[in-house]
């Protein structure tokens, strides 16, 4: 929101209260409180008829910094993400004549005592972040509408750059930009988003999250171009300042307080294959796709019913439709004794015609309306209400009937939906704002379906398809992008928004191999099915069209074979990255500059990728095969060309289907797996060591997990002269590789290999 008219003036309805001066501060069992006055006071009588603004900084975690202001304190508190911090770290608070400094590890904020000049700085160490002073923190009202909000703004410097807002699929760089944290069945091609994530991330190495629950409006660089502004309605205004150093240390330590991805079970990063959405289909159907890949040597982990699994207008009811599927128990055995693991479509909507709207009802379990009603809609399903997960009883009446699914052999759940919360008229059961639970809402539902999973299951066998998220749905893995179309500029936005939910500490992220609406051209499936299986999770789905590959041309059932076999062949290094994601927070799918974050070439890139510290991920998005790409220093190894390229600059090439550029990072050690058409397997079994170019003095380690993440097999090597020397912990057999065409003598001893380099 603007409450500006250019630089010097405010909109003419907007009457501000500023923090002008420091006037005195209170420490109180480790919380640091400052007072801000509206004006300078030159004398006692300045004191009168004047606003203020109470300041509190106080640490959760070690070099993260909490930060409220607020104008009149005797108002409703409204829900806030709390920071879930194990141990209250050591702070420190002095001050001299000049100034106030709350310390938390190496974080500092510098209050300043100068009369008529309000400013924080915040520092990590001696590196200076950001700052709020001059016309930035405010309470703000507006003449017209009363309308309160409280406002602050924090600087950027030159050359600053920011990510992040949730999984956002406009620029990627969101400098510029006005952005509304407002979760929105949207699709992919807007500004709306389904996951609006209040945390943006720097290239200077710290992050900031609004802790507001409902709505929160950002200004980034947009009204003042130097300044960050965010705002919120009503008397209060919180914000976690994270510093971690670079992004990938702030990332770690977002997480470490807000929450960590789960490890999704290994099956669930093969390949899944669904029935679409309006398509026809029935176990004959269904099953004639299943042999259709087996046919073709195409390997397949996940089948997925999607919404007509159950009866139209009924949705959901938890019931399989008996005229399509009159045997569902014994259907699910039948493609269990396949090797598959099976997910069906959910939505935590009743719609009136389904025998659970009138027992939702009864019971108290639908969000109601003040007069007492329950709330319904046509929009979707025919009156529809919405289950109240705000009340334990609705929590567990909706758990068992997703229960009696897995009684029956369902693996997991897409949690769809969960974004069209109202907000007018509307009394939750636990009295929560309505306009907090619109957001927040989705973290519930999707809780309440992985707790299930979780203790049914098991931990670590437990995985989400979810499309909603706000702060802390990271926790459920894993997420999809949403509703995008079958071209390549929206195969383009589609991953400008995996990249941007990635700055947000979202570990596991998928999408909709070759787009849902429209049906894809077979270029475009084919390009589409290298990026899928290059990501953390892999899915065909559609909406009125089916998306195997028979349908499309013989060479897409041949790149898509291809492609389900390099992944499960990459499992030993994908599984380790999950296990990192789950222990650490930093995702799987990484911008460019969270790996690179000193290579400014790296800053803005949106149309490639990390997968972890190893791959270079380039999607095709040219019917040419022509793509122009960015590599950092050193010498890089495509796997799938077998070409070797020396970064430091930009490349471009032309590929066909069987390749694209995907390069092995320099001195890497790359564990493949001896397994090609599965994804769970033993992954230090017989496995490969690919070690890419060495440079003198190199020095690099890595872990195989098994599958329940647990370290099996450690492996170093280091280079020294002309010789490479690999030591290997652990394992079932294991052989080293180096490049083709890099001459090379690999002999191998005990736990060692020696590899001497021509």
Known sequence: MKFTNGFWLLKDEIQPLYAVEYAGHELKNRELTVYAVGKHV??????????????????????????????????????????????????????????????????????????????????????????????????????????????????????????????????????????????????????????????????????????????????????????????VKGERIGYYLIAGGDPKGTIERYTGVFGRPALPPAWSFGLWLTTSFTTNYDEETTSSFIQGMADRAIPLHVFHFDCYWMQAYQWCDFVWDPKTFPDPEGMIARYHERGLKICVWINPYIGQKSHLFAEGKAAGYLVKKKDGSVWQTDLWQAGMGLVDFTNPDAVAWYRDKLKALLDIGVDCFKTDFGERIPVRDIVWHDGSCAEDMHNYYTYLYNQAVFELLEQEKGRGNAVLFARSATVGGQQFPAHWGGDCSATYSSMAETLRGGLSLAACGF???????????????????????????????????????????????????????????????????LYRLAVESHETGVPMMRPMFVEFPDDRSCLPLDMQYMMGESLLVAPVFEETGEVEYYLPKGRWYNLLTGETLTGGGWQKGRFDYHGMPLLAAPNTILPLGACCTKPDYDFAQDVTLFLTEFEDGAHACTFVPDMAGRCVMEIEAVREGQTITVSVQGGGGWECRMPDGCAAKIEKKGNQAVITLN
């Open 42 to 231: 030159a004398d006692r009588g300045d004191c009168l008829n004047i606003g203020m603004l109470t300041v509190r900084l106080y640490s959760p975690a070690e070099n993260v910094l909490h930060v409220t202001a607020t104008h009149f304190e005797g108002g409703a508190q409204k829900h806030i993400f709390a920071a879930a911090a194990d141990t209250a770290p050591e702070v420190s608070v002095t001050e001299d004549d000049v100034a106030v400094v709350y310390q938390t590890g190496s974080l500092r904020a510098v209050i300043s005592k100068e009369p008529n000049h309000w400013e924080i700085d915040y520092y990590d160490g001696d590196r200076y972040l950001t700052r709020t002073g001059y016309r930035n923190m405010a309470y703000m009202t507006n003449r017209d509408t009363d309308g309160r909000y409280m406002v602050e703004q924090l600087g950027l410097t030159p050359g600053e750059y920011v990510y992040g807002l949730g999984e956002r699929y406009t620029p990627f760089v969101k400098n510029g930009q006005s952005v509304e944290i407002w979760n929105e069945d949207g699709g992919t091609a807007s500004e709306q988003t389904y996951k609006n994530i209040p945390f943006y991330l720097t290239n200077r190495g710290y992050g900031v999250l609004v802790d507001s629950l409902g709505d929160v409006e950002f200004e980034v660089a947009s009204e003042k171009v130097e300044e960050v502004q965010f705002s």
């Open 507 to 573: 570990g596991f992220w998928s999408h909709d191999i070759s787009g849902f609406e429209q049906t894809a051209t077979p270029d475009i499936y084919k390009r589409w099915c290298q990026f899928g299986l290059l990501s953390s999770h892999s899915r065909l789905h559609g909406s009125s069209s089916y998306r195997v590959p028979w349908l499309f041309d013989d060479e897409a059932c041949v790149v898509l074979k291809e492609m389900v076999e390099l992944k499960c062949r990459l499992m030993p290094y």
